[in-house]
């Protein structure tokens, strides 16, 4: 039978685990770990709302990704340095924003917007997914802040919990959550955005130099699942420890 | 019963045009168009390929996407005078270009590169997928181009045809090729690339500001299935007229 | 006797085409030929006007030209892409928005601003001048539509009409209206701007790496003086037709 | 009788200094002044020349024309901290380059560069004619320099001297060499590039908001003669003296 | 007698940690903490050196410091997205590039690139100090790395060790190592890079607003020499314990 | 004895020279002469502060400083082409600024900018301390112009004058003021900013590729005085003739 490199079952997660309090600025600080992967997500609050946005009484969250240049295997170039954004990291700041804005009531929030930052600090295969799953704890904590500052018009703006998770074929078999190692040789990559409600936030799988048939996408589908499940589940246990901070009125 | 504004049946596509050879210079140039969605794409070989792949041997493929300013109902602000590329933009060249890679051989080429352009003229809703969808039409010329100037060491670098369309949920309903009308109000919106040989090139499903059951995905991949399928006869269609221009070596 | 390529007379215009109501969103859109030489031309009306215009009362006209990077024999790279404006087309924007403002009561706007955007499809020589004569033609049916929506405070703010061409010495003899095979050899280079009121808007001559006696020039002028004559009565024929659209309050 | 605010005559210049050796470490470094406008005008020699022109054995001239911040009435933003040059300074260096190459043969350099480089101190109109009549005093001398490194292949590559003087009509007069205060309101503006040996390089002639007709332009023509006779006469009396440095070879 | 807020004494560092392998793909990573103050700092080893130094035979150094959005009390912008990089970041970039380069041997490296990046996680003043120390470590371990590897012609070319520390007037008095909240109101500010030879790297003293005497120079040097002292100290113990991941040839 | 290449003592000044009234438009205009080296400064004022000091009340008071392209041995490219600003000029931007504003009590200004600009004619080492020495004088301008406009609250708002020189050591001998060809081989180089009331402003002392002892710190800290001195007395000198243009309210 084959097995992973890593010694995983193919439906198996790599251990991911969410620490909160990572640093204390922010109203959200969370850093993320899948295997290898470490994310910092912070979830900042600002005052107003991009020009568009303005006077609609709603607020916005908008989310940024980026990789640190020794995150990678071998350094790559900062892009504050190079003077512009690449495709790769627009694509992925645009996904983390969208998908956390299918949990959120943006009118709760007032004329004020949640900034999202995904720093990656190490990266060893599905960043992305990732900090979508530690976005979410991030802004549960802002949320926490907001609501104790007493700056929500809704006590809950959250609907529901956000996780993400990669699948892929690897070596002709589907497998949950690829490292590296496996992602840059898949022939089929599947990044699955998912709520505890069990509906899809969204869905994008593609065949880079391959096509696959829908029945390989209906069991990366059902593969997904099972890894987003786990990830709630990891979410939730965490999430129901306090604030690691000092709560607004809090003395 | 509930039509929509523009009389199509929901599994309906809007009126698909392939013009070939519309402008002269590129080894391969079409003008697809969607509806009132018009986008000119063109298939121009050049010598040499990215740094990255230098003395490989290997041809590469790469895809442009832009809207000009006038193509939206509002005029937008072009990209070359605000002095960068915007998310949106970015996503989409990244999506065309990975998308038709997936039917070419590039060894096939050599050490030089297939630029896509895609420019959208007038912009109604679907300009991706009629951009993919006309790509490969433009590509499929410039493949004739170069088998005729004997610059191709594979006779037939293309393993399928690629054709791509958007699919929504509607006032509730599953619909097919959403114009802008119906794109801006969708619960649902997902995007399909597809290949005539009935494989899947690439899936993106969203809901910003919503989610979806799994049965919403495949009732949308059923639907795209449609529509991909009637896209394949028509690019068929067209491409069994001749090249529409003087192919190298013809006297 | 010497003939030119395409069995032109030295005095002879490349035949001219206008296409009004080219694509629809733009209150004036126009699809220009110049032989080969293919320019949209688009007039956007969008409310307010430059930070330095402000609380003028005035109005404002703009334009931006930009080659499309298949236009051209050799693909050019974009310029979007590359993050920065080139030298060639920041003077021909400039060119384009000076001569176009030399028609125009700007005060009959109030403070709202027309975008003329002059993309070349196809590029033959001669781009700068299509474009110009096309862009007349497209400012004019947006002065239809403004006038329709009463948006303007004088019903007839043009003053005459605008049109441009070029004109050149190739083979030691003074032509009109070079194609790319000329203008790339040409020995002086010459683009005229004039009003169908016999007058002169801008002149530009130029012998790149050669220089000309003041004869030449005056021999230019009066060769430039039949080609305006001739894009004149062109845009009244087409002008004489109904405005392509449906005008606000029609119904 | 209308008198201009200087008490010069309409076909009278401005006091015009050409000051050679104004700094010390390019080949040549010419101060010009027409009346209050300064521009400080280097030719600098470096080896290579642009990528497009490698393997030719030919040489290149390049120009660039910038402001300083405090140069005009108002202090201008600074164009490297805003990011990027705009469309005017574009426009003038491209002038200034082509300007200069009439009278250069590019072969005698071998593949080496001179970068002209035109920085306004002060600026009281006529500054991108003032530049391009210093520049030809900065070449002139950069050639000399040249020459005694015996670098050139051919030891006289100029083939004439170029100037440029600015034209217009103000208050309904035809008058020469425009100060800032005549410029800002004059109907119609040309500048004209010319040779000693009786020819025109560049005749760039423009009407902002105005137009003009036949005999206009002529009489503009007329007028810039009398000036670039004064400006070739001004050139020739300074180069008379000997070169402001220390040649090559020299001890 | 006045006290510090955090109960320092006035010439007290705050807690020290240094953090070797705190990721592992770089081939030194450390984080380092001066209080609250927290960097990530690696050092990677690229192929090749810059431009203007190939083909000298000798190797590079070069350092890039940023600091994330949710570092700081009020989240600032992003560097790349901003596209540009502000005169702070440049500033202290190049002052840990010059501080590091003091204390090694280029020529052992051959034509081979250190670059260290270092990346404030979160800041509470002195980040470049900071920085700077922790870069020390995150050098020292690469240099391991690297003389595992066989890579250096030289196996010991570190000549010192090379910290940093702020020092400050704060109410007066000359206090070390200053946090953000006595930073912001200091009289005096000044950065000290030492190396453990007792001599200077790097002095620079700034007072902003206002202006300091000779002796409070002298005062500051003397204190900053207490808390460099320190630092080597803690450098020499966490560098006693072995390289913190798996050296090459290891096994 | 080791004697300088230009004849003088260590502790010897080049010739010093501050022409005011260097140009006529900014109300402050100075150029400061250190030997070869020429820096053009100018104080604009212009109406209106940054965003982040609006509502204030206060002035502002920044600095740009620029190297013409032709200014040094070799020709440097242009930043504004690059369009970046690069790191040695951000850096000596802000020191200026920094410097300045030691000296002014910004309250008087009302909500006014001055803008000092410091561009380099001619490089010949010191570039940054000239700058600021001749920017003082620009300012002293600048004042003088503001009070007899009447726009000051407070009739005198320099408390002090300011002055910067270069000190290094090189060939082992502690040495003042140097120029191109000792500083590119200095052991340490020093840059000391200084008030006329005896006190600092800004120390900057680096030892690139090299450290230094306290003592050498020292001694070069008492070579600075000796040339401050000598320029403060220049400064005051100049600064007795009569304000070089125009005041407001003369007649």
Redesign the interface.
Known sequence: MTTRADGRADDELRPITFTRGF????AG?VLVEFG?T?V?C?A?V?EGVPPWRRGSGLGWLTA?Y?M????????SS??????????????I??LIG?SL??CIDLAALGENTI?L?C?V???DGGTRTAAISGAYVALADAVTYLKAAKRLSDPQPLS?AIAAVSVGVVDGRVRLDLPYEEDSRAEVD?NVVA?D??????????????????AT?DAL?DMAAVGTEKLFEAQRTVLAEPYPGVLPGAN
């Open positions: 640093t204390t600025h922010p600080s290898q470490r910092m912070t900042s600002t940024e980026s640190l240049p020794a995150a990678t295997h071998e350094r900062r892009e504050s340095v190079k003077g512009k954004i690449g495709g790769r990291t627009h694509e700041s645009r969208r804005r299918a900034a930052d720093d600090l190490q990266a529901c599947m709520t409600a069990g509906t899809l936030v969204e869905v994008q799988g593609t065949g880079e130099g391959a096509t696959f048939p829908r996408l589908l």
